[in-house]
């Protein structure tokens, strides 16, 4: 889903395995009639999707880009927002990553990853990552955000009720609405102590420069 407030002036770019699906469903309660927020799939109780159809052409649509979004808002608007994501330690990200692949009805469908092993999912490298979706490279050939903030999953309940009380007003603020969780409490589905020290470091290395980039821009610090 893509989640953008005309009214709080706020964006929320989707990342994968970080509450995400979780977050939208709370701003679906908090967002105003006119403000935008694309379909979820499958449903989920307790969101409402909203004005995701852009001049009757193009759509907002689930897992966007901020670079899909300025594409389609222009920068003139995109740049008066306040935009945001959430990013999580590589590992947990893979580990939860894997378990939706296994356990998830629609997932094991498109995928046909019913069978997959944690040791396949390591050699195949089929792990998510988000760099592109905030951020960019730009004709110096740097790497550039496109966000404003980024929440260390780590910190989510704290880093939200801050967020949430600067953005909308909102005190104390809990999320409370745990869509989709329950796949990684399966079996087959290793904890993250369970993760040989040599699968950590491969993933480590796939994900080198989105951890550089974090922690230049965001100061988010991640290790095995």
């Not at 409402?48 to 389609?72: G, W």
């Not at 580990?95 to 009805?105: D, R, V, Y």
């Not at 740097?142 to 910190?155: A, C, D, F, G």
Request: charged share 25%; proline share 4%.
């Amino acid at each position: 889903m893509v989640a953008i407030s005309r009214y709080f002036k706020t964006i929320f770019v989707k990342t994968t395995k970080t509450a995400g699906t979780s977050i939208e469903c709370s701003l679906s309660k908090i967002f105003h009639k006119n403000d935008i927020l694309s379909p979820i799939y499958p449903k989920i109780i307790g969101h409402q999707p909203r004005n995701y159809l852009f001049e009757n052409k193009k759509n907002f649509y689930n897992h966007m880009s901020a670079k899909e979004i300025i594409h389609l808002l222009g920068i003139d608007q995109y740049k008066h927002y306040f935009v945001w994501c959430i990013e999580r330690h590589p590992v947990e990200k893979c580990i939860s990553h894997f378990a939706m692949l296994k356990n998830s009805e629609s997932h094991k469908r498109i995928n046909n990853s019913s069978e997959l092993t944690w040791d396949e999912y390591i050699e195949g490298k089929r792990f998510p990552n988000d760099l592109n979706k905030y951020s960019f490279i730009n004709s110096t050939n740097q790497r550039m955000p496109l966000v404003n903030k980024i929440i260390k999953y780590e910190n989510l309940d704290k880093e939200l009720r801050q967020l949430y009380l600067m953005l909308f007003g909102i005190d104390n603020f809990t999320l409370d609405f745990n869509a989709k969780s329950g796949f990684r409490y399966s079996r087959n589905v290793p904890t993250f102590n369970e993760v040989p020290n040599i699968q950590k470091k491969e993933i480590f290395n796939y994900y080198s420069e989105c951890l550089d980039f974090l922690k230049k821009y965001f100061g988010l610090d991640y290790s095995i």
